[in-house]
């Protein structure tokens, strides 16, 4: 017998009205189609994207953030299939077309469709999370994910940010027994550290803070480092500093936007290794190449050999956002805790204080890491 909820007419949300500028309001509860489903939000995750858009103001107000969203169907569309009211999930919000020129290369997140948020609480899709219920669009439904009775719903917010790291990582030419640097041990560096134990991979992990450093080693580090602030003048990453024996590293993957981070890092990988960006995803940061002619100024600059990556055979790549498609490679490993996102997760803010829960995540102290909203 299907569950039965009573779905209120009002629901309180946090709407994003410019900079910095967060406010709880009553909106009305998303109408849904015939091919859509209604979610009630049990928790949704804080993640650095919607960060950048409240602190910068990239995209116009009104919008209700937070994708990384988990909850119960309390309703659903006459035509919608495979899914039933009192279902426990996941949800994806981005889904691609898979038949365009980037979905054929797997560039994913550069294709049209895939730019379209599928999930929202009213005004301009923007994921939703913050706030009591969502509506989920018909194109976004295969990626949504059922919650398995023994998880919780803190694990299947989980799942796309784990979905972000794990795609990351098939970007990389990594073998068994290659020794890697995760530059950054926060939430995003510690699911690169375990997942890359899982496959083998010697990981040498480095972090501004001790206590995220004693975490890595639980994760699966090999090694750790202990780096200096980028505020010093000291070179943050010296390879003389870091005890990996004999060899060198086949690859790093720099979890923070520190360019002088990338700038060591390809000191430190070997001919034919790999550079990855995770971080950085600010625009308007560049480089100027040794050699040539500086571009016009910017907000940042850094020195790089290019002859490190032609002679050298160094590559330098950068992976954004998630893939649907590994879904459920994603959910087994979450869900089985082969990778136990739970010790992650340090803070759970209640709806009203969703813009302390976006300070805290953009200011992270030593015993914070993966911040919660619950409505």
């Known amino acids: ?16 009205r410019g900079v910095n500028d967060l406010r ?6 998303p109408r849904i189609g015939a ?29 209700i953030f937070g994708h990384e969203t988990a909850g119960t169907i309390v309703k659903t569309g006459a035509r919608v299939k495979n899914f039933k009211v009192g279902d426990r999930v996941a949800l994806h919000h981005h889904i691609p077309c898979l038949k ?25 899709p923007a994921g939703g999370g913050y706030a009591e219920y969502v509506r989920v669009m018909d194109f976004v439904l295969p990626g949504v994910v059922k919650i398995p009775a023994r998880n919780t719903f803190e694990e299947g917010a989980m799942l796309e940010p784990v979905n972000t790291v794990l795609k990351a990582v098939k970007r ?24 890359l134990q899982l496959r083998g991979i ?21 090694w750790t480092q202990l780096v200096q602030s980028p505020k010093s003048k000291a070179q943050s990453y010296r390879p003389s500093t870091l005890d990996i024996g004999h060899w060198t590293l086949d690859s790093a993957i720099i979890a923070v936007p520190s360019d002088d981070a990338v700038h060591q890092a390809f000191q430190l990988v ?52 998630a893939d649907f498609t590994i879904q459920k490679e994603v959910s087994r490993l979450v869900f089985s805790r082969a990778l136990d996102v739970r010790p992650l997760i340090t803070h759970n803010f209640p ?6 829960a976006v300070q805290l995540a953009a200011s992270p102290k030593p015993d914070s890491l993966k911040i919660l909203v619950t409505p």
């Open 1 to 16: 017998m299907l569950g039965v909820f009573a779905i209120p007419k009002t629901m309180r949300a946090v709407v994003y």
């Open 24 to 29: 709880l309001e009553t909106v009305p509860v």
């Open 35 to 63: 091919n859509e489903l209604l979610v009630k939000v049990a928790v949704c995750g804080v993640c650095p994207t919607d960060i950048k858009k409240i602190q910068y103001g990239t995209v116009p107000p009104p919008r």
């Open 100 to 124: 365009c020129h980037f979905c054929r290369h797997r560039a994913f997140a550069q294709c049209e469709t895939y730019k379209r948020t599928g999930i929202t609480a009213g005004f301009e």
């Open 172 to 195: 990389l030419n990594l073998l068994r027994g290659d020794n890697v640097l995760v530059a950054g041990q926060g939430p995003i560096g510690l699911m690169f550290t375990k997942i």
């Open 202 to 222: 010697n990981v040498l992990a480095t972090d501004l803070l001790e206590s995220r450093l004693k975490l890595a080693k639980k994760f699966g580090a090999k």
């Open 270 to 321: 070997r001919g034919g290794g790999q550079i990855l960006l995770f971080a950085h995803t600010k625009r308007s940061s560049t480089l100027t190449a040794v050699g040539t002619r500086s571009t016009a100024s910017v907000c940042s600059t850094f020195n790089l050999d290019l002859a490190s990556i032609c002679l050298d055979e160094k590559d330098l790549l950068g992976s954004y956002s």
């Open 351 to 356: 709806l009203e204080k969703t813009a302390a």
